[in-house]
Nanobody
Framework: QVQLVESGGGLVQTGDSLRLSCAASGRGFTHYSVGWFRQAPGKEREFVAAISRNEVQTYYGDSVKGRFDISRDNAVNTVYLAMNSLKPEDTAVYSC????????????????WGQGTQVTVSS
């Protein structure tokens, strides 16, 4: 079992960059794939990015491809989401999630979730 805590959100302007962190505690973090999801008010949860246990596989949602980059440092039990060229439509609560299998784009596949961090992009 792992516990996840996100950080790094904030208020930025269009075109700015942010890096979110997802810090894991508990045993065996290297056995988990991690995904990032986001949810804006009044909208469904949306897949953002996911990374496999050994960082070999990464996946991105269509709306963030080419702008966001997911990575992980297993030595410090942390997954990062670097977000560049931010747009107002990126405004949402961003949450990380973990599962003990290959990464997927379905939020229902993930077993452990953090509390989320707010990202607001002003125009």
């Amino acid at each position: 079992q792992v516990q996840l805590v996100e950080s790094g959100g904030g208020l930025v302007q269009t075109g700015d960059s942010l890096r979110l962190s997802c810090a894991a505690s508990g045993r065996g973090f290297t056995h988990y794939s991690v995904g990032w999801f986001r949810q804006a008010p009044g909208k469904e949860r949306e897949f953002v990015a996911a990374i496999s246990r050994n960082e070999v596989q990464t996946y991105y949602g269509d709306s963030v491809k080419g702008r966001f980059d997911i990575s992980r440092d297993n030595a410090v039990n942390t997954v990062y989401l670097a977000m560049n060229s931010l747009k107002p439509e990126d405004t949402a609560v961003y949450s990380c999630a973990a599962r003990q299998s290959i990464p997927t784009m379905r939020s229902s596949d993930y077993d452990y979730w953090g509390q989320g961090t707010q990202v607001t992009v002003s125009s």
